[in-house]
């Protein structure tokens, strides 16, 4: 985190705003006296590799080596899920904000009419195209929300690839099952997150596994389920499943101990496996049960 907040000073710095960067210069030098962590971290990379990150659900944060940092689909805190965001996301100096589409466990509410403040200087990216981000290429892809959900916004989803490191990674968001026009439009996948839960909130079971057919990713990471250990209600977020049931079912599983891990292209496995992230820390179960109330997504 040190690194990150280190960065933020020197960017109210270049932007004259000399009272915000003592503002977070003291941040910083508390957090360096009291060694504090905010669950991230500075990734030490070789030129190949790419550090990832999973904060909870479908939210992710990338790492080059050069120093760029990508956040993904941020949730708005109690919305259906009920755990909070935590608020060191969207204070996190990165270099781009990526949402797949506008529902409040994606876009931190924006859609729903919640004020959010991006990270400052992020550069935040919605729609399909073609962008440059640091040394990431980020290529967004036409889809469509699956299950019928997200009518009030035509259901619109944007499945990203970031292109880094020799790598290809993908983001499915919320998509329905992919067409062999969409397969085609992704291309080559190294390394995917797509939905999975046990009660097949999004994909049924078979569509997960045409999905993978057809990309052939080495690394599937599992994301949009439920984590028990969070939530305060046993009947809610509505209609999502937790991921074990489906990993029982599943060859090469590999738990990681931690929220964070480091891929190159040259240490991808030979086999496919499917790669289980814990959340990260700084997401806590709440003391109170959620404020507001969501139907699914």
């Known amino acids: 985190m040190n690194g990150a ?19 977070w210069r003291a941040k910083l030098e508390r957090l360096k006296e009291n060694n504090e962590d905010n669950g991230s971290r500075e990734f030490e990379l070789d030129a190949d590799q790419v550090g990832i990150e999973y904060v909870a659900h479908a939210c992710f944060r990338f790492y080059s080596s050069d120093g760029t ?73 036409w889809g469509k929300h699956a299950a019928g959900y997200g009518k009030e916004f035509g259901q619109k989803n944007t499945m990203f690839v970031f292109e880094v490191a020799g790598l290809r990674i993908a983001h499915l968001g919320d998509n329905e099952p992919l067409s062999d026009s969409t397969v085609e439009a992704l291309g080559s996948v190294d390394i995917l997150m797509i939905p999975v839960d046990a009660r097949e909130h999004l994909l049924k079971n078979r569509e997960i596994e045409a999905i993978r057919q057809a990309l052939e990713p080495r690394v599937l ?44 292209a040259p240490s991808l496995p030979s086999e496919a496996r499917i790669v289980v992230f814990r959340h990260s820390p700084i997401v806590k179960r709440p003391d109170v049960r959620r404020t507001d109330e969501g139907g699914g997504t």
């Open 69 to 141: 940092r990508i956040l993904i689909d941020p949730w708005a805190s109690k919305v259906w899920l009920g755990y909070d965001l935590p608020k060191s996301i969207l204070i996190d100096p990165v270099d781009a904000v990526v949402i797949t589409h506008p529902h409040y466990d994606h876009d931190a509410g924006e859609f729903i009419g919640r004020q959010v403040k991006w990270p400052p200087g992020a550069q935040v990216i919605r729609d399909p195209g073609r962008y440059t981000v640091g040394d990431v290429q980020v290529t967004g892809v």
């Open 221 to 264: 990471i599992p994301m949009h389920y439920r984590h028990p250990d969070l939530e305060t209600d046993l009947d809610h977020p509505t209609g999502l499943g937790p991921i074990d049931p489906w990993l029982t079912r599943q060859a090469n599983v590999f738990r990681l101990n931690g929220h964070t891990a480091v891929f190159s």
């Open 5 to 23: 907040l280190e960065r933020l000073v020197s960017l109210y710095e270049s932007w004259d705003k000399p009272d915000q960067a003592a503002k």
